[in-house]
């Protein structure tokens, strides 16, 4: 298991406002007349879709899920009537809506539906590249990434053919795939595609907006994953910088989360606790106890408290985080495997060999079932130093082998986070008499720990 202060830096579900599609089944449409009928502008459908349709922005934007939904569904009402021209406008801000609430299936059956809608005649053709956009967003929820990047190719042809389209559209595009780049661990990708969302936002003077500071904390959760730790930990403190001020929302409780996670990585876990408690509580404020953003955190901040050595704590919210997770995410999701890795180095912290190996293989028969990602090869390398703890050394030295095969190839021979199961690798091949290749791993180790003496003294 990595050392305590190397605090595994979670792949979070992009927190950009991902728009999704419901359509609303007439009896939820049908709400009883409310103080704002009354205040609707005079006019016809039209006029009241476009009404009602803001003030479920409001409501959404305040908290208020369940009257959002209403509010949506009367909208769409309205504008059946008259076949106004917004119509799969409405649509996407209500899956908006049901995007943030984790109801995938929902979402994805209307965001379809919207994509139909988008290519009627007399609907804005704008509201096809946005469809497509959010439609991505929901595959990405689920971890269907596969099937979520070709949308988003298709939306930037459609995106770039459109002469009118601001770059600050396009910007925010970029930061979707980047994030979508950054989670398949295509880094290269990553940091060019992010750098050109920066680079579109500058040239339409809108580097300061509230776009630009989520391509920003895209931006150092880039840095992150690349090991670029003092880099990524600037440019996210600069983003937590800009947004406070602001209206606390998901954005800047993601800021926070990314922020935490990378001083955390860098063993500062007492600094990385308070802003991860701030950002749960943004997360629960706008989204409700049981969303998957809240189990993130609360996960995150379980790791936090087993680096500061505070395992009741920390196990306690680590398994409320996995039954958030196990009950509002498809089955098979990677993340519950990320979940049980996180429980298994809880337990084996406190010398639970045979409650960590049980959580271990499930979570390895999880990942095991997708290509292989360095999820896979953490968990089989936590493995490998459960069976050594156990003096069950054949197993052990499968398990590194096969994990630590993984990870070389997805975060490359010379990354820092190695470095533990290296060692503990070549004490097992060691004890079985392997000595050249005990060797080539110490010699692995120690040009890793040469680098890192070079980049603290530079």
Known sequence: MAAPNQVVLLRHVSLLKQIALLLFVGSLCRAQTTLFDRTLPAGGPDVNADALNRHAAELERLGRSAEAQVEYGRALNACRESRCPFQAAILNNLGSLFQAMARYQDAESVLRQAIEASSANGQDPSSLPVALVNLAAVYRAQARNAEAAPLYDRALKLRQADTATPPR????????????????????RAEDLIRQALEAFRADGSLQSPEALVSLVTQGTILAAEQKLPEAEATLQSAVSSYRGQPQGLDYAAALSSLADVIAARGRPKEAEPLLREAIAVWTMLLGADHPFVASGLMNLGTVLKARRRYEEAEALMNRAANIDAHTLPEGHPRIA??????AGLLLARKRYRDAEALLLRAAAILEKRPPTSDLGRILANLGEVYRLEKRLPESRENFARGLKILNATWGPLDPR?????????????????YTEAGKLELQATRIRVLEARRRAA
């Open 169 to 188: 559209d396009i910007a925010k595009l970029l930061t979707h795939m980047a994030a979508l780049a950054r989670d398949t661990e295509n880094l290269p």
């Open 338 to 343: 990320v979940d049980l890795n996180d429980q």
């Open 418 to 434: 190695l470095l533990t199961w290296l060692n503990n690798y070549a004490t097992v091949l060691r004890a079985q008499e392997e």
